[in-house]
Nanobody, 126 residues
């Protein structure tokens, strides 16, 4: 299993970025996926999750209305479109593979995921 994130960078407040996570080594369309972020010295924060078929989507409250998760099974890629970015969104963003097609306990429970990417840095600053 390999998950490779891309699309991070430096953006001004109010700007946008689209993160991509290219997946390989498993049947992408059969598993839920998630995005999490982490600031150095702080705990992991789950941002969004999506079921295998894309019909069930979750967002952390502070990103609702600003972030959009999506997936493309033809490209084996999950995306996180981030708009109206704020300095508080600054973090390393990770994608993760779910252990099943749908989240069974809670999408914010790390036991729902078994593989992680290396992360991509997002910095929101003027």
């Amino acid at each position: 299993v390999q998950l490779v994130e891309s699309g991070g960078g430096l953006v001004q407040p109010g700007g946008s970025l689209r993160l991509s996570c290219a997946a390989s080594g498993f049947t992408f369309s059969s598993y839920a996926m998630g995005w999490a972020r982490q600031v150095p010295g702080k705990g992991l924060e789950w941002v969004s999750g999506i079921s295998s078929d894309g019909t069930i989507i979750y967002y952390k409250n502070v990103v609702k209305g600003r972030f959009t998760i999506s997936r493309d099974s033809a490209q084996n890629t999950v995306y996180l479109q981030m708009n109206s970015l704020k300095p508080d969104d600054t973090a390393v963003y990770y994608c993760a593979k779910g252990v099943a097609a749908r989240f069974r306990i809670r999408w914010t429970d790390s036991r729902e995921y078994d593989y992680w990417g290396q992360g991509t840095q997002v910095t929101v600053s003027s």
